[in-house]
């Protein structure tokens, strides 16, 4: 007798609670789910959870035993998991039934792939970006100073210290200088580079979620998105992170980069030192300068991935190394030196 009777698994399109139901035909099967799930029976249909195959009288019998299956209303459809991703993302209100679900999922998975997968969608949706103060999310700021009161005011002093490095490399460079005159030209060079970023604050705003758009280089939200690596338009594997989000996210954003396009120790710094060798650093275009070492001109926030470390084999612009008066100058300066030379 129970021979006839096929046993499956089957839930609605918007529920994954799953019932255990046996029919000897779709037509029992649809009659006994509608009323395990209270919907109607007129139009009603049933197919696969895997793929969203509709399941047929023909079909019915040769499915193997315990098959997950999908009961749908009239007009509804099924696209098979993809579907249950898409609620997923989309259910922001059941978030922390989620948060539940996965944590308990998590509890008992052995697999390490099913883990990380686990782990990281919990991390995504333990998501508290809106909330921005320390007494509202004291996690967040575990290890960050006490001086550190809002979200935005650290990310924007951690955008400082990464640019105020930049600076650091340049001193450094300063130091290899035999020349006592090149030095001097080099010193008051990074002086005024100094002044210039310190009059820009360091570009801290381009972490700051607070800041106005063209500023920032996140959503309003905090959300960053990799611009891709030094020689591509757009970032390929869509990386994205919200450092505001949780703690762990936070620290992750710590193996993103600020990548110099042009570079900064092959090519930028060493162009400096080379125009400075017979130039004044008044003569030098100090505002390129400073726009290819401290700006977004010429820095790109890339996710460790789309960090390359290779040769970027990027040239400074030789027309703009130097100011237009003095470009003329030593033109005239250097045929009026060739001529003489000839005579
Ligand atoms: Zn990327
Ligand atoms: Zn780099």
Redesign the pocket.
Known sequence: MFGLFKPVKIRSCNESRKYGVAAKDVKELLKKGCKLLQLPLAGAHVCLYADGTKVTEEFFPTLPDNTDLVLLCRGQTWSGVVCDIGQLLSADRHTEGLVEAAKGLLSDEQSPKRRKILTDLLLNLEDRSELESREEDEDWFKGVDVRFKTKSAYMKFNCESRIRGYMKELDEAAKTIQKTKVRAEFLKASKCLAEMLKTARYNGCYFNRTEKEPDRLCTQEGWF?????FDQEV?????SINPYGCRESRTIFSTWNLDHRIEKKRTVIPALLEALQNHKSTDVNLNYFYHLLFTRENLKL??I??HKKGAHSLLCDTKKIFTRASNTVKGKQKAGGKRRRLM
């Open positions: 998105t990799c611009q891709g690596s970032c390929q594997s869509l990386h890339v996710h991935v789309c």
